[in-house]
T-cell receptor
Framework: GAGVSQSPRYKVAKRGQDVALRCDPI?????LFWYQQALGQGPEFLTY????????KSGLPSDRFFAERPEGSVSTLKIQRTQQEDSAVYLC?????????????FGQGTRLTVV | DQQVKQNSPSLSVQEGRISILNCDYT??????FLWYKKYPAEGPTFLIS?????DKNEDGRFTVFLNKSAKHLSLHIVPSQPGDSAVYFC??????????????FGKGTKLSVKP
């Protein structure tokens, strides 16, 4: 498909388990963002990549969260030792440009439930 | 402290009438504003945007108005249709203020359009 693809759509993890969430952005898109959306809230910024460079990780809530985009396309968000407060929908978005103001295109999200 | 506020969690409108969704922001560095629509179990879909150098942008049934002095924007949908029923998120970013354009979202307004 031509859109942003995220997998898995749903993930149930036991507390303390590590998880990895995948994002396939639109081909050729330079910018990639990860957001976390808690129930009843708007998406909150986690981290930003421009190609393979992680330029901003100021939104990552703790050092248990790690993101990478090694070849400037697919990105993975990893959460180590998951906690119940990590339960949320994780959204990935891509944008064709770096610095120019254009809209970002979102994937369907991964709903993570930590039990 | 919320930088983007949508003070109405929900709005109900009759089909054919106008829907007006409101959004307030606090950061004067924001220079680009967007509205996203979200259906359940889907990612946010871009609807319309406006640059801070404009005060109005129109796209079909959708018009966004920006009042910079009041730090307020609104989305008008006319005529409203049942398919417009969704959660609408207001988002803002600062492209020229040094960030890479990560979006700051409001909490959303759930619009219900009744036939």
């Amino acid at each position: 498909g031509a859109g942003v693809s995220q997998s898995p759509r749903y993930k149930v993890a036991k507390r303390g388990q590590d998880v990895a969430l995948r994002c396939d952005p639109i081909s050729g898109h330079v910018s990639l963002f990860w957001y976390q959306q808690a129930l009843g809230q708007g998406p909150e910024f986690l981290t930003y990549f421009q190609n393979e460079a992680q330029l901003d990780k100021s939104g990552l809530p703790s050092d248990r969260f790690f993101a990478e985009r090694p070849e400037g396309s697919v990105s993975t968000l990893k959460i180590q030792r998951t906690q119940q407060e990590d339960s949320a929908v994780y959204l990935c978005a891509s944008r064709p440009t770096g610095a120019s103001p254009t809209e970002a295109f979102f994937g369907q999200g991964t709903r993570l439930t930590v039990v | 402290d919320q930088q983007v506020k949508q003070n109405s969690p929900s709005l109900s409108v009759q089909e054919g009438r106008i829907s007006i969704l409101n959004c307030d922001y606090t950061n004067s560095m924001f220079d680009y504003f967007l509205w996203y629509k979200k259906y359940p179990a889907e990612g946010p879909t871009f609807l319309i945007s406006i640059s801070s150098i404009k005060d109005k942008n129109e796209d079909g049934r959708f018009t966004v108005f920006l009042n910079k002095s009041a730090k307020h924007l609104s989305l008008h949908i006319v005529p409203s249709q049942p398919g417009d029923s969704a959660v609408y998120f207001c988002a803002a970013s600062s492209y020229y203020g040094g960030s890479q354009g990560n979006l700051i979202f409001g909490k959303g307004t759930k619009l219900s359009v009744k036939p």
